[in-house]
């Protein structure tokens, strides 16, 4: 038996007249009246009229006809849906990736649309294992990882500070695990030509805690990210009406890197007993763990940054944000520290630092 559906409100028809009645109202209809001609294009005409949308938008034509379905699943569609230096970057892939036994070699795959959502659920090595590289889902923007072998770690090569080991969840072949430090640093960067131009980008710290951490608690760490160029400061207006500044992060921001322990305190920093006035001046107001802790607008308006489950065994926290041009080389720099506080700190898994397209 025939599957059934409804359209238009009418009785329950079968998928093939359904699609028949629906050609014929849109041949019809005078409201509509370039739809005809548009159902006329050869197949190639469609798929680059998809080609010039988006890959959630190409999915979703797939429901409109046969002939759309055909279409959107073209590999001229999803060629230009791939980053332009992909084979490249594929050729820059690791041999020993984690993400696959098999290699990525372009002839395993069928289709473009087969490659495409590959990358997009497959992160893979490059450059040696010191970084990975992936293609964000709904836009095909590229998403890359620095590995923590590629960061900057103060005390990183002292085995009673750091321990690098293998960790079966992690895509890279070394972490870095903190043994005990009281100074706490990590910096990388990267070359922004190789990120996907005219996108606001984040960039996101990937670690986790192991059981017993501690000394994060408070202060939090702070974090910056700027982009270096010929110029100081570049303001650029995007199509959404947003300015983002070139290096809008080199103020920093505070972040927590233990979530359980940084919610419990933040919300215990802000009694009602506490006046907005006071918060606001960053005066000074004793509640929890018997002193005097520092308010500040931040805490209150909860722009500090907490770590979230990235769904894939590790935590991250966002570090800061940029917006990439493109075509001119400039370098965006990152950094996370906590050295203020004083005391020792334990605990920290890092995995790396990804950047990656900021989702509207």
């Not at 059934?4 to 509509?32: G, S």
């Not at 706490?184 to 996108?199: A, H, N, Q, V, W």
Request: hydrophobic share 35%.
């Amino acid at each position: 038996m025939k599957p059934k559906t409804r359209v238009h409100n009418r009785e329950v028809l079968d998928l093939e007249e359904a699609e028949a009645e629906f050609t014929q109202e849109e041949e019809i209809d005078p409201k509509n009246g370039g739809m005809r001609n548009f159902y006329c294009l050869p197949e190639g005409c469609v798929a680059n009229i998809i080609s010039l949308t988006s890959p959630r938008d190409a999915c979703r034509s797939s429901a409109v006809s046969s002939v759309f379905k055909s279409a959107a699943e073209s590999d001229i569609v999803w060629e230009r849906f791939l980053p332009s230096d992909y084979e490249d970057i594929i050729s820059r892939s690791s041999s020993g990736s984690r993400s696959s036994s098999s290699g990525h070699h372009l002839n395993r795959f069928s289709s473009k649309k087969e490659l495409y959502f590959y990358l997009c659920e497959h992160p893979i090595l490059i450059d040696g294992g010191t970084k990975s590289f992936r293609v964000h889902k709904s836009s095909g923007k590229k998403i890359y990882m620095i590995g923590a072998k590629e960061l900057s770690i103060v005390w990183g090569g002292t085995p009673q500070y750091w321990r690098w080991t293998s960790l079966p969840e992690a895509r890279f072949p070394e972490v870095a695990e903190l043994i005990r430090v009281c100074w706490l640093e990590i910096k990388g960067k990267m070359d922004t030509r190789i990120l996907s131009p005219e996108t606001a980008y984040t960039a996101n710290l990937v670690m986790k805690s192991v059981k017993g951490a501690y000394g994060f608690e408070h202060p939090p760490a702070e974090a910056s990210v700027k982009v270096t160029s010929t110029t100081d400061i570049t303001t650029i207006n995007t199509d959404d009406g947003v300015d983002w500044w070139m290096a809008n992060d080199q103020g920093g921001r505070s972040v927590y890197l233990d979530r359980a322990c940084a919610m419990r305190r933040h919300f215990q920093l802000a009694p009602a007993a506490v006046a907005p006035h006071a918060v606001r001046n960053k005066e000074l107001a004793s509640y929890g763990h018997g002193r005097p802790t520092l308010l500040t607008r931040w805490d209150i308006a909860g722009l500090v940054q907490f770590p979230w489950s990235r769904g894939d065994g590790w935590m991250e926290v966002e570090m800061g944000e940029f917006y990439n041009v493109g075509g001119d080389q400039r370098e965006v720099q990152m950094s996370l520290t906590e050295i203020k506080g004083g005391h020792w700190k334990a605990g920290l898994i890092v995995q790396g630092i990804e950047l990656r397209p900021k989702n509207k």
